[in-house]
């Protein structure tokens, strides 16, 4: 089992920066990817980006450029480098791991962050 705690969320100014963190603890062997969803009041949760364990990484298109994630494997920490943050960008946002043991993949969430931006 794997388990994920978020923290970095708050409130900022439309044009400001946010850095969130997730702290990974568990058996990580079998892990293929972490990554960051957001959910909107009143929208289905959508991917942020991810990070696969290659270090390979894939970003939904109205992140690219704005938001970098990153990994720090001796702190087993996944970082989400969030930059000219929009009104738009409010959500709670989730860190998210998906890995594969025995042939059956399996996943786990986050208990989430809220980030809201203000114009």
């Known amino acids: 089992q794997v388990q994920l705690v978020e923290s970095g969320g708050g409130s900022v100014q439309a044009g400001g920066s946010l850095r969130l963190s997730c702290a990974v603890s568990?058996?990580?062997?079998?892990?293929?990817?972490i990554g960051w969803y957001r959910q909107a009041p009143g929208t289905q949760r959508e991917l942020v980006a991810h990070?696969?364990?290659?270090?390979?990484?894939n970003y939904a298109d109205s992140m690219k450029g704005r938001f970098t994630i990153s990994r720090d494997t001796a702190k087993s920490t996944v970082y989400l480098q969030m930059n000219s943050l929009k009104s738009a960008d409010t959500a709670v946002y989730y860190c998210?791991?998906?890995?594969?043991?025995?042939?059956?993949?399996?996943?786990?969430w986050g208990q989430g962050t809220q980030v809201t931006v203000s114009s």
């Open positions: 998210h791991v998906q890995g594969r043991l025995f042939g059956s993949i399996w996943e786990n």
């Open positions: 990070i696969r364990s290659d270090g390979s990484t």
């Open positions: 568990g058996v990580l062997s079998s892990v293929n990817a």
